[in-house]
């Protein structure tokens, strides 16, 4: 009972509510982990892409900065303001011009430090982007070369013998993704008829197959790739089957 001796009153713990701003978590969380470029040609458009998608979650008016540039006179060859011109922004030019930092930061952290002594002009993320851009993408003539090189490598595209369907469809993949990029694009349907005459002569029969059975002008990919598997699979299946046949038959010809 409450007051006897030797007992004693167990108060409850007192818990306080403590606020958690989740919004500063998501600001943390968005500027961290940019893309980063490793200097290789073969990858620029996808980081280019990456790029593009991680600034315009946090901010679009980043990407505008890359894309359009800053509006402030004076800058020094680093994009600062010296103090007094600081101080004499107005509000909203005060946040513009952190913008402009904060996604020259995210932009230098997507690149190496030997890669952002190579850029000239600092001055700001559009001027170190388009440096970037120039290096990599290259002048409309080095465009064209490229283009002309992937469209080569388009045409004599092949299966290769050890290769399994879905290796071969993420070459063809990475193949068609850069001429996309270089406004050299091709039809589902020249896709499609592409694969079938890249395959082995041991494909032969289900080529032939789907050419009688589909219509090869609205056969997707999607669907394509899908029966390619499943017949791979099967011939996986009957592989130790055909070995001992291969070998018995092999020795018929040695004794004839």
């Known amino acids: 009972m409450e ?3 030797g007992s004693s ?3 409850p713990p007192q818990y306080q509510a403590v606020h958690f701003d989740y919004d500063a978590l998501k600001i943390e969380k968005e500027g961290k982990n940019p893309p980063k470029f490793n200097s290789d040609p073969t990858t620029f458009p996808w980081w280019k892409n990456a790029l ?3 600034l ?3 901010d679009d008016e980043l990407w505008d900065l890359v894309e359009l540039g800053p509006e402030f006179e004076g800058m020094n060859n680093d994009g600062k303001l010296n103090t007094t011109q600081r ?3 107005t509000p909203t030019q005060k946040k513009a011009y952190a913008k402009h930092h904060k996604v020259k930061e995210i932009l230098s952290r997507c690149i190496s430090h030997d890669e952002y002594l190579k850029i000239g002009d600092k001055t700001s993320a559009k001027t170190m982007y388009d440096s970037l851009c120039s290096t990599y993408d290259g002048n409309d003539q080095v465009k064209e070369a490229k283009a002309n090189l992937l469209v080569q490598q388009y045409e004599l595209f092949k299966m290769k013998e050890d290769e399994t369907i879905e290796t071969m469809y993420s070459r063809f993949k990475i193949l068609v993704s850069g001429l996309s ?3 050299k694009s091709y039809t589902t349907s020249d896709h499609v008829r592409k694969i079938l005459r890249s395959l082995p002569v041991r494909w032969r029969p289900k080529v032939t197959t789907i ?3 589909k219509n090869l002008t609205t056969l997707t990919l999607e669907e394509l790739m899908s029966s390619l598997i499943s017949h791979e699979m099967e011939l996986i299946v009957d592989e130790p089957q055909r070995k001992p046949r291969r070998i018995e038959m092999k020795e018929r010809r040695e004794k004839d």
């Open 3 to 5: 007051g006897s001796p």
């Open 9 to 11: 009153t167990v108060q």
């Open 52 to 54: 593009y998608s991680h």
């Open 56 to 58: 315009i979650g946090i």
């Open 87 to 89: 101080k004499g922004l």
């Open 181 to 183: 990029v270089l406004k």
């Open 211 to 213: 050419q009688e059975a």
